[in-house]
């Protein structure tokens, strides 16, 4: 499975972004999906995921309200629209598939992107 992550970029605060993940898995629709991020110094942080089906997401406190996850299955991709920006929300970010269950942990994923650089300017 290889993952595309795109459209990361410079946003001041408050702004919004949406990125994007495209997967090459004939699958895709078998996988669950994640977003994680991770800042410079700090360890990969989980941010949302969202089940094989689309029908459940859930989130990392600091982004609920702010952050949602969604897929099309027909066009294996899975987005992250982000609103509401702040500086902390700078990091690169990453998308992962899971055949597994996924969940908030990086272990718990078996498939990577390479990542999209976000950064919210003050």
């Known amino acids: 499975v290889q993952l595309q992550a795109s459209g990361g970029g410079l946003v001041q605060a408050g702004g919004s972004l949406r990125l994007s993940c495209a997967a090459s898995a004939r699958m895709f629709s078998s996988y669950e999906m994640g977003w994680f991020r991770q800042a410079p110094g700090k360890e990969r942080e989980f941010v949302a995921a969202v089940t094989y089906n689309g029908g459940t997401s859930y989130y990392e406190d600091s982004v609920k309200g702010r952050f949602n996850i969604s897929r099309d299955n027909t066009r294996s991709t899975v987005y992250l629209q982000m609103n509401r920006l702040k500086p902390e929300d700078t990091a690169v970010y990453f998308c992962?598939?899971?055949?597994?269950?996924?969940?908030?942990?990086?272990?718990?994923?078996?498939?990577w992107g390479q990542g999209t650089e976000v950064t919210v300017s003050s």
């Open positions: 992962a598939a899971s055949f597994s269950g996924g969940g908030r942990r990086p272990s718990e994923y078996d498939f």
